[in-house]
């Protein structure tokens, strides 16, 4: 499966300590991050991520295109609400979860939801993405 990873900055470290108490897990499936969060986390877990842009840079574009391909299946999106987001933010972040919507990617935005995927992804419980979503071969001669 393809997990995207996005952390706002003051749930970076949540991320890293979620990502290292589930590396097990993680490590069946290819990883995609926003820059810093995915230097972080492959740092402290050893992880191959494909580190994207940062996040304001056009990172959580990036995801929400793949998502928009059915090329991501699980979104883990730490997002901090404690904190004041221009209005730029905010309309990314319900484009975000509303591309997820639309196209039936489960999105955890914050620990315990993620706890919820990461447990029923290692059961199995998602393998309806691929009948639902299946992946497109490249194209060959």
Known sequence: MEIAIIAHD???ELMVQFCIAYCGVLAK???CATK???KMVSDATGLEIEQLLPGRQGGIDQ???RIAYNEIDILLYFRDNNTTADFNELLTD???VRECDIHNTPVATNIATAETIICALERG???WRDIV???TKPFTT
């Open 10 to 12: 003051a749930k970076k």
């Open 29 to 31: 499936h290819h990883i």
């Open 36 to 38: 810093a969060t995915g």
């Open 63 to 65: 995801i929400m295109s």
């Open 94 to 96: 319900s484009d975000l």
């Open 125 to 127: 419980d998602l393998d």
């Open 133 to 135: 979503n299946p992946k």
